[in-house]
């Protein structure tokens, strides 16, 4: 067997200089010659040290100082021991030594590995070549000219990880995507320390173009940590930034961690031109809970604003609904007509639309009886058009409708012809409330026509009264009115509570639902529970309390709306240089807010009745009243008669007497003290000023 040249010339070295080694600190210790022998140990020493110190190839590179380090002790032996009988053996030894082990060529060669001194030398076994990898994976293009130049270039690289490249897999249509399969340069060992970055420098492409992916053991092919499949792809990673597929722009923008639905993966995107909506369905996998939606992020992913209200999400268990509109929803006008707020079997009815296109219902009674009604909004949110809708809904049903209001107003007035029983004020609000508690006296008593006493539901059969809506308008003003608010309260919360069985609805509608604002917790509730609350137009500090009162969880209460659904005009920047003043916000927002059916609210428009054009055709041409039986009992109580007149002696309990008599002495009938005050709060005229206060003060004291 042939010597390497590298070994041979290494021996020759070894032998030429022992006797340089021997002679040297014998004849001239201070010599040139025994100076460069003893400068060679040192740097020989350093070099071990710094060996010792590193974490990588401690062995290999302490062989290869050995030499330089072994012969520094052969001349310190030399210079300290008399005679030349040892310093010619020693250094006889050091040349056989080196040229048996000649550790300098054999260290140099690559990925040599120092044996241990204490193991046994192994006996060499054949290197068993790589199995060769099935036709599926690419291995018919081992010998071409792409693979040859993927191994260039590892090779130029070192061979990262001390891997070999097995075979290159050339993605079709592409010019320089390709899978490799790689194994450990030494079999038995697994492939540690390969990172993205090294494949990424060898083949100059980024970092994030590049995946490492483990090898499964196959027929014909070992797997497992001494196996590494990668992924080369610059030319699919260009094309997916700058023209994704919708699959790949929802996983990179979308889906992915830290993205505004994480851990989603798209399903389909489908366009519907008729109504100018785009949708996108996405699941997230059943394991990982509820989707986690960032609406700001997911708009801006989208390129829109989330106040625009343009952007609406529906989670239906573990999928999602992103509805993208073209234009606003909310900032539609929906018409309201007949066969919206017609009634259907089970007694719901259009109110308006919610965000995503669907039809938002209410209903005019539930499985529970008559159903209440809640209704939320500021002045100018659209409360009256509400109410307005709902009142044509009982009417086209068949109801009674009763409606009173705190305040009057035209559209409230409008409204009032075609309800059986309208009227204003909280003295008006307290007599209609105490017909309704004599009511539900009055119908418990009434036989049907199996001549028992039922519940009222809305599929009752031989039912002998109507169903009765009665509609409190200002609520909490009359509430809180000296006189009657009290029993206004107590009144309605004991229709609250029972009503609903004797087809007896309550729809109370204001600006606030706060206990602390004059309603009561249990009325709260019970219209709570026995109704679908609206919320129009909440001022963005009172969205979390406002739905924290009506028992709606942390995590489901809605973000504030925009105070306009209209797109900004855009040329701000010319404006400014022009010193033009900005256009005036668009405010669209009335009629806008949320429905709250279930545990969590939805976005909605509620449909608009045009009261300038007349609203008659959303009634119908008859108004429902109450039976003949039912009136009869209420004027024997004492209790129908008309609600507008002033109040009757005895009529909120027993007139006392005055301390004077009349200043005549005609000794006629006297009032009472609370309605004398009544009838003078009625005579003076509203006090709106300070001026007029101190006025007041001075005619009640005779100043």
Same mark, same amino acid.
């Given at each position: 067997?042939?010597?390497?040249?590298?070994?041979?010339?290494?021996?020759?070295?070894?032998?030429?200089?022992?006797?340089?080694?021997?002679?040297?600190?014998?004849?001239?210790?201070?010599?040139?010659?025994?100076?460069? *022998?003893?400068?060679?140990?040192?740097?020989?020493?350093?070099?071990?040290?710094?060996?010792?110190?590193?974490?990588?190839?401690?062995?290999?590179?302490?062989?290869?100082?050995?030499?330089?380090?072994?012969?520094?002790?052969?001349?310190?032996?030399?210079?300290?021991?008399?005679?030349?009988?040892?310093?010619?053996?020693?250094?006889?030894?050091?040349?056989?030594?080196?040229?048996?082990?000649?550790?300098?060529?054999?260290?140099?060669?690559?990925?040599?590995?120092?044996?241990?001194?204490?193991?046994?030398?192994?006996?060499?076994?054949?290197?068993?070549?790589?199995?060769?990898?099935?036709?599926?994976?690419?291995?018919?293009?081992?010998?071409?000219?792409?693979?040859?130049?993927?191994?260039?270039?590892?090779?130029?690289?070192?061979?990262?990880?001390?891997?070999?490249?097995?075979?290159?897999?050339?993605?079709?249509?592409?010019?320089?995507?390709?899978?490799?399969?790689?194994?450990?340069?030494?079999?038995?060992?697994?492939?540690?320390?390969?990172?993205?970055?090294?494949?990424?420098?060898?083949?100059? *492409?980024?970092?994030?173009?590049?995946?490492?992916?483990?090898?499964?053991?196959?027929?014909?092919?070992?797997?497992?940590? !001494?196996?590494?499949?990668?992924?080369?792809?610059?030319?699919?990673?260009?094309?997916?930034?700058?023209?994704?597929?919708?699959?790949?722009?929802?996983?990179?923008?979308?889906?992915?961690?830290? !993205?505004?639905?994480?851990?989603?993966?798209?399903?389909?995107?489908?366009?519907?031109?008729?109504?100018?909506?785009?949708?996108?369905?996405?699941?997230?996998?059943?394991? +990982?809970?509820?989707?986690?939606?960032?609406?700001?992020?997911?708009?801006?992913?989208?390129?829109?604003?989330?106040?625009?209200?343009?952007?609406?999400?529906?989670?239906?268990?573990?999928?999602?609904?992103?509805?993208?509109?073209?234009?606003?929803?909310?900032?539609?006008?929906?018409?309201?007509?007949?066969?919206?707020?017609?009634?259907?079997?089970?007694?719901?009815?259009?109110?308006?639309?919610?965000?995503?296109?669907?039809?938002?219902?209410?209903?005019?009674?539930?499985?529970?009886?008559?159903?209440?009604?809640?209704?939320?909004?500021?002045?100018?949110?659209?409360?009256?058009?509400?109410?307005?809708?709902?009142?044509?809904?009982?009417?086209?049903?068949?109801?009674?409708?009763?409606?009173?209001?705190?305040?009057?107003?035209?559209?409230?007035?409008?409204? !009032?012809?075609?309800?059986?029983?309208?009227? *204003?004020?909280?003295?008006? +609000?307290?007599?209609?409330?105490?017909?309704?508690?004599?009511?539900?006296?009055?119908?418990?008593? +009434?036989?049907?026509?199996?001549?028992?006493?039922?519940?009222?539901?809305?599929?009752?059969?031989?039912?002998?009264?109507?169903?009765?809506?009665?509609?409190?308008?200002?609520?909490?003003?009359?509430?809180?009115?000296?006189?009657?608010?009290?029993?206004? +309260?107590?009144?309605?919360?004991?229709?609250?509570?029972?009503?609903?069985?004797?087809?007896?609805?309550?729809?109370?509608?204001?600006?606030?639902?706060?206990?602390?604002?004059?309603?009561?917790?249990?009325?709260?509730?019970?219209?709570?529970?026995?109704?679908?609350?609206?919320?129009?137009?909440?001022?963005?500090?009172?969205?979390?309390?406002?739905?924290?009162?009506?028992?709606?969880?942390?995590?489901?209460?809605?973000?504030?709306?925009?105070?306009?659904?209209?797109?900004?005009?855009?040329?701000?920047?010319?404006?400014?240089?022009?010193?033009?003043?900005?256009?005036?916000?668009?405010?669209?927002?009335?009629?806008?807010?949320?429905?709250?059916?279930?545990?969590?609210?939805?976005?909605?428009?509620?449909?608009?009745?045009?009261?300038?054009?007349?609203?008659?055709?959303?009634?119908?041409?008859?108004?429902?009243?109450?039976?003949?039986?039912?009136?009869?009992?209420?004027?024997?109580?004492?209790?129908?008669?008309?609600?507008?007149?002033?109040?009757?002696?005895?009529?909120?309990?027993?007139?006392?007497?005055?301390?004077?008599?009349?200043?005549?002495?005609? !000794?006629?009938?006297?009032?009472?003290?609370?309605?004398?005050?009544?009838?003078?709060?009625?005579?003076?005229?509203?006090?709106?000023?300070?001026?007029?206060?101190?006025?007041?003060?001075?005619?009640?004291?005779?100043?």
């Amino acid at each position: 067997m042939s010597i390497p040249r590298s070994v041979a010339l290494e021996r020759a070295a070894y032998t030429l200089t022992a006797p340089v080694l021997a002679a040297a600190p014998n004849l001239a210790p201070d010599g040139a010659v025994n100076t460069i *022998v003893l400068l060679a140990g040192a740097a020989g020493v350093g070099g071990t040290l710094l060996a010792v110190k590193e974490t990588e190839g401690t062995g290999r590179k302490i062989m290869r100082w050995s030499p330089a380090v072994s012969a520094l002790a052969v001349d310190i032996t030399a210079m300290t021991t008399p005679g030349w009988g040892w310093d010619v053996a020693l250094a006889a030894a050091w040349a056989a030594a080196g040229s048996v082990i000649a550790p300098l060529s054999r260290t140099t060669r690559r990925r040599f590995r120092p044996a241990l001194a204490a193991a046994p030398a192994p006996q060499l076994q054949p290197t068993p070549r790589p199995a060769p990898a099935p036709p599926s994976v690419g291995a018919h293009l081992d010998g071409d000219d792409f693979t040859r130049g993927v191994r260039h270039l590892w090779d130029r690289a070192g061979d990262p990880g001390q891997t070999t490249v097995v075979h290159v897999d050339r993605h079709p249509g592409t010019t320089h995507d390709f899978t490799m399969l790689l194994r450990a340069t030494e079999p038995g060992r697994p492939i540690t320390g390969l990172t993205e970055a090294a494949v990424a420098a060898a083949f100059g *492409v980024p970092e994030t173009d590049v995946v490492l992916r483990p090898v499964t053991r196959t027929a014909g092919r070992e797997g497992g940590p !001494g196996w590494l499949e990668v992924n080369v792809t610059p030319d699919t990673a260009e094309r997916r930034r700058t023209k994704p597929t919708d699959a790949e722009w929802w996983a990179d923008r979308i889906g992915a961690k830290g !993205g505004p639905i994480p851990g989603s993966v798209f399903v389909k995107k489908v366009r519907d031109t008729q109504r100018q909506v785009t949708h996108y369905i996405a699941q997230v996998p059943d394991e +990982m809970g509820a989707p986690r939606v960032n609406q700001h992020a997911l708009a801006a992913a989208l390129r829109t604003k989330y106040d625009e209200g343009r952007l609406f999400i529906t989670v239906d268990g573990s999928q999602i609904l992103v509805s993208l509109w073209d234009t606003s929803p909310l900032a539609q006008v929906f018409p309201a007509t007949r066969e919206l707020l017609t009634p259907d079997a089970d007694g719901r009815w259009v109110t308006g639309y919610l965000g995503n296109g669907q039809p938002a219902r209410n209903r005019v009674y539930t499985d529970r009886g008559a159903a209440h009604g809640l209704y939320v909004a500021p002045s100018g949110g659209g409360k009256t058009q509400l109410m307005a809708l709902s009142v044509a809904a009982d009417a086209l049903y068949g109801a009674v409708v009763w409606l009173a209001t705190e305040a009057p107003d035209e559209k409230t007035a409008a409204l !009032g012809r075609h309800t059986d029983r309208y009227g *204003v004020g909280a003295l008006y +609000m307290v007599r209609l409330l105490r017909a309704l508690d004599a009511l539900m006296e009055i119908r418990g008593t +009434m036989p049907w026509e199996d001549g028992q006493v039922h519940e009222w539901s809305g599929n009752a059969v031989g039912c002998p009264y109507r169903l009765l809506s009665a509609y409190l308008d200002e609520f909490l003003s009359a509430a809180r009115h000296g006189d009657y608010g009290t029993e206004i +309260m107590d009144l309605a919360e004991r229709v609250s509570v029972k009503g609903r069985k004797y087809g007896i609805g309550i729809k109370v509608a204001g600006q606030s639902i706060y206990v602390q604002d004059g309603f009561t917790q249990l009325l709260c509730e019970n219209l709570r529970e026995n109704c679908i609350p609206i919320v129009l137009k909440v001022a963005p500090k009172k969205v979390t309390a406002m739905f924290t009162a009506l028992g709606i969880p942390p995590e489901y209460i809605p973000e504030p709306l925009p105070r306009s659904f209209s797109p900004a005009e855009k040329g701000r920047i010319e404006r400014v240089m022009r010193g033009e003043p900005e256009p005036p916000a668009d405010s669209n927002t009335g009629g806008a807010g949320w429905i709250v059916e279930a545990k969590q609210p939805d976005v909605l428009r509620t449909l608009f009745m045009d009261f300038t054009a007349g609203i008659d055709d959303c009634f119908p041409d008859a108004v429902a009243t109450l039976t003949d039986h039912e009136i009869r009992e209420l004027q024997a109580r004492e209790l129908w008669f008309d609600w507008t007149e002033p109040p009757r002696p005895g009529e909120f309990g027993p007139e006392p007497a005055d301390e004077d008599e009349d200043e005549d002495g005609s !000794g006629g009938p006297r009032k009472s003290r609370s309605s004398r005050a009544r009838q003078d709060e009625a005579d003076r005229d509203p006090i709106t000023s300070p001026r007029q206060a101190l006025e007041a003060i001075k005619s009640l004291t005779g100043a």
